[in-house]
């Protein structure tokens, strides 16, 4: 979505528009807690221990994966509206061409937070009390 710029008439750009700017930000946060939880869970399977541990750990992660795949679907939707707005008034161009590309991709994110957020909702409920 970021490199999606024309060189038209129009100089179209994603900055231009609060939808696009909404879906890269919340993309890009998605993909640096998911980078940051893949290098934990390595740390953990070699080492035993998680790289920072804390008692609320299963509720912080059920949250933060609750809360991103919401922003997610939240952020993809509009995006989707934009571009659907876009198409009906003036076609398809390569612009929306990659717009819903980058839509798409963010859906799949939006799937992937959704499966973590009920395998860390699991993790919550059936956590052993100390």
């Given at each position: 979505?970021a490199?999606d710029?024309?060189?038209g008439w129009s100089?179209?750009?994603?900055?231009?528009?609060?939808?696009y700017?909404?879906?890269?930000?919340?993309?890009a946060i998605?993909?640096?807690?998911?980078?940051?939880?893949a290098?934990?869970?390595?740390?953990r399977l070699?080492y035993?221990k998680h790289?920072?541990?804390?008692?609320?750990?299963?509720v912080?992660?059920?949250?933060i994966?609750?809360?991103?795949?919401?922003l997610?679907?939240s952020?993809s939707?509009s995006?989707?509206?934009?571009?659907?707005?876009?198409?009906?008034n003036?076609?398809?161009?390569?612009?929306?061409?990659?717009a819903?590309?980058?839509?798409?991709?963010?859906?799949?994110?939006f799937?992937?937070?959704?499966l973590?957020?009920l395998?860390?909702?699991?993790?919550?409920?059936?956590?052993?009390?100390?």
């Amino acid at each position: 979505m970021a490199s999606d710029k024309t060189q038209g008439w129009s100089g179209d750009s994603f900055d231009r528009y609060k939808e696009y700017r909404y879906v890269v930000a919340v993309n890009a946060i998605a993909f640096a807690y998911a980078a940051f939880q893949a290098v934990d869970m390595t740390y953990r399977l070699n080492y035993g221990k998680h790289i920072i541990s804390y008692s609320l750990r299963p509720v912080f992660d059920f949250l933060i994966d609750q809360i991103l795949a919401y922003l997610l679907i939240s952020a993809s939707s509009s995006a989707a509206t934009r571009v659907d707005d876009w198409v009906s008034n003036w076609g398809k161009d390569d612009f929306t061409e990659m717009a819903t590309a980058s839509i798409g991709m963010s859906f799949l994110a939006f799937l992937a937070f959704a499966l973590s957020s009920l395998i860390s909702g699991y993790n919550l409920c059936n956590q052993k009390s100390l």
